[in-house]
C-alpha cells in the first residue's frame, strides 16, 4: 500500500509527476466527480488557497512545462495584446506565430512556446489570458474548467500536488466511486 505524502511534501520532477498523475488517472477522475457533486461556493475557497499554498513551493521558472507542452489559443484581445508589446501589427502576429488547429481555432504555430526563453515568458506583461490565470485554481477560472484541471495534472506540479492534498483536506476515499457526468 502507497503510503500518503503530507500535504507539506511537494513531487517536482515533472517524469515522477506525469507517472504519478497517470497511474492516479481513474482516482483523479472519480475526485474530479467528487469535487463537482460539492457546491461551488462550499469548496472554491478550500481549492483556491491550497492551490496557492502548493504553488509557493514551486518553482515555475525552474518548470515552465505548460508553455513546453499546452496548446494556447490566444483571444483576438490576446492577440492585439501581443502584437502591440511586440510593435507588430495582429495580422503581422498572426501569420508568424498562429496557425488554425483541427478544429479551426487560432493556436500557437509551436511548442514550446515561441516566447519562452530559458524557461521564462519573453513577453510576460503581454502574454495571453489563459497563461495568466494558468493552472486555473483560482475561484474566477474553476468553473467550467474540471477536465483541463484533471489534464493538467500530467502537467503539471502545482496542479498534481494541490489534487493531492485536496483529496486529504476533503478525506476523499479512493475506493469511493463517483460517476462523472460529463
Known amino acids: ?20 498523475a497517470q497511474k492516479k488517472w481513474d482516482e483523479n477522475s472519480r475526485f474530479r466527480a467528487f469535487l463537482k457533486s460539492k457546491k461551488f461556493e462550499d469548496i472554491a475557497d478550500t481549492i483556491e488557497a491550497e492551490g496557492k499554498r502548493v504553488a509557493s513551493q ?10 513546453k507542452s499546452l496548446t494556447v489559443s490566444p483571444h483576438p484581445k490576446d492577440v492585439k495584446r501581443l ?9 503581422e502576429f498572426r501569420d508568424k506565430y498562429l496557425k488554425k488547429d483541427l478544429e479551426g481555432d487560432l493556436v500557437f504555430k509551436q ?4 516566447f519562452l526563453k530559458n524557461n521564462k515568458c519573453s513577453v510576460y506583461e503581454h502574454r495571453p489570458e489563459t497563461c495568466r ?3 486555473h485554481l483560482e475561484k ?19 496542479v498534481y ?5 485536496l ?6 476515499s479512493t475506493s469511493t466511486k463517483f460517476e462523472a457526468d460529463e
Open 111 to 114: 511548442k514550446p512556446c515561441p
Open 140 to 158: 474566477a477560472h474553476m468553473v467550467g474548467r474540471g477536465w483541463y484541471i484533471l489534464e493538467n495534472t500530467l502537467v503539471c506540479p502545482i
Open 1 to 20: 500500500m502507497e503510503s500518503k505524502k503530507s500535504p507539506s511534501e511537494v513531487l517536482t520532477d515533472l517524469k515522477l509527476v506525469a507517472a504519478a
Open 133 to 135: 490565470s494558468y493552472p
Open 83 to 91: 502584437s502591440d508589446g511586440l510593435q507588430i501589427t495582429a495580422l
Open 167 to 172: 483529496k486529504q483536506i476533503f478525506s476523499f
Open 58 to 67: 514551486v518553482d515555475c521558472t525552474q518548470c515552465a512545462n505548460c508553455c
Open 161 to 165: 500536488n494541490t489534487y493531492e492534498s
